[in-house]
């Protein structure tokens, strides 16, 4: 049998080492030697003897934190010994190292996977998405290890070097140090009194030493985004 498909760039890679690597730009694969976290429903073929346990949210205060704010990743830890195949709806798959002392910001709905030697949390973005669709939270890696995001397209990574916005519906990760706000784009005059807008009406500002991963493509907006600002305060404490 001949066929274009069966060339070497289809052919699955081969490795003599666990761990995560990319099988392609859409699909990553684990050689997994104990264990893993993953996205629920993301994946795509496995090999071996592979068990797959669902933990919603991470444990029993994220799963509360995620049932309060709407934000989180839906867990299914993979333990045992094989090849797991990895993806979420052919988006582009990227694979961050984490040393002692990184911090990573990320929107819960950009995790694919990460080895179970990284911690995350739910936190409030400070000053972030009060005035926007795009939600309060954000899940923060810290530890040693890999993680695998996704991204809508090809992203653009910004190095915060000066006074920096992006629409929150866009920004995929930043440095978790990075100080966060938001800022009005648009400003209020006759047309936006007549009902012109530019669809950009806040973004948010990045300041400080780190970087900003932007994606070409918005989100759709987070459903019960209302409820999220009205909680915003009472959760404040709670999350920080």
């Not at 797959?52 to 333990?79: D, H, I, Y």
């Not at 797991?84 to 709905?109: K, M, Q, R, T, Y």
């Amino acid at each position: 049998m001949r066929s274009a498909l069966f060339s070497a760039e289809n052919l699955e890679k081969e490795s003599t080492q666990p761990g995560m690597r990319l099988q392609n730009s859409k699909m990553l694969k684990i050689e997994l030697n104990g264990e893993a976290m993953a996205r629920v429903g993301s994946m795509v073929a496995y090999q071996g003897q592979v068990q797959f346990q669902a933990l919603g949210s991470g444990g029993l205060g994220k799963f509360l934190k995620q049932k309060l704010t709407g934000e989180g990743v839906p867990l299914m830890k993979l333990t045992g010994r094989g090849d797991v195949f990895l993806a979420d709806l052919a988006s582009d798959v990227h694979i961050i190292d984490l040393e002692p002392g990184d911090a990573l910001s990320i929107n819960g709905s950009s995790v694919l996977a990460f080895d179970s030697t990284l911690q995350y949390d739910i936190k409030m973005v400070s000053g972030a998405g009060m005035m926007s669709s795009a939600g309060l939270f954000n899940c923060v890696f810290t530890g040693h290890g890999r993680i695998a995001i996704t991204t809508k397209g090809t992203p653009v990574v910004l190095n915060v070097d000066a006074p920096t916005y992006v629409d929150p519906q866009a920004a995929v990760c930043w440095s978790a140090n990075l100080q966060v706000g938001y800022h009005r784009a648009e400003q209020l005059g006759i047309g936006t009194l007549l009902g012109r807008r530019t669809g950009e009406a806040y973004t948010m500002s990045f300041a400080g030493q780190g970087f900003v991963v932007v994606q070409p493509s918005e989100e759709p907006p987070v459903a019960g985004s209302g409820q999220q600002e009205q909680q915003g305060g009472l959760l404040g404490g709670l999350l920080s």
